[in-house]
């Protein structure tokens, strides 16, 4: 298991031969290899035995990471754990109520960037803009499931669903009118 985000592992069975394994973060759904969810490769090892596994690994840093990382885990219990994981959260967090809240904020962003539209004023794009943002940052846990195989737009929806805190931040100043109040700093903004 690795927290790479994408993973090539070269594992050579009781044989000797060499096996190539993908998995990571932004290794689509259906070309990952082993455990999906967990980004984990399964493999045999006799107690007692060694075995070299040669480890191709893609990450964003240019300097050594805890990505480079892997760990060496029981396949049976990890399997166990993500078995009572998904029972015990299957009802809890199935999404429903995320799911209405997002709706809410998504109409109310609408309405408020049709009042945009009438009154031109910033205040109400920005509150629109906030809302979208928090809208998908709030709904990218119930529609994950859909863009499994689609990591990119998945960290793009990430990207730009945190951007509401950027947008709440311009709302405020505008709201406010802090521009009028204090004038250091703000010419940039």
Known sequence: MS?????NFYIPDSNGVVHHYLTGYLVPWNQK???KKDNAIPFEMKQGAQIM???KTTICYNFISSSLIFWLWNTEKLQQHDFQDYER???ESAGFLDTFFA???LLAAIFNFLIFLGVREKVYLYFSLML???SLN???GSFHPLILDYPTISTLLWWVSNLWYFFLLQFIRHY??????????????
């Open 3 to 7: 927290a790479a985000l994408k993973n």
């Open 138 to 140: 709030d709904f990218n």
């Open 53 to 55: 596994i040669y480890l």
């Open 33 to 35: 290899d082993g455990l």
């Open 89 to 91: 959260n299957y009802y």
């Open 103 to 105: 709706g809410v904020f």
């Open 176 to 189: 406010f009118r802090i521009s009028n109040f204090y004038r250091v700093g703000i010419k940039y903004y």
């Open 132 to 134: 979208v943002c928090f």
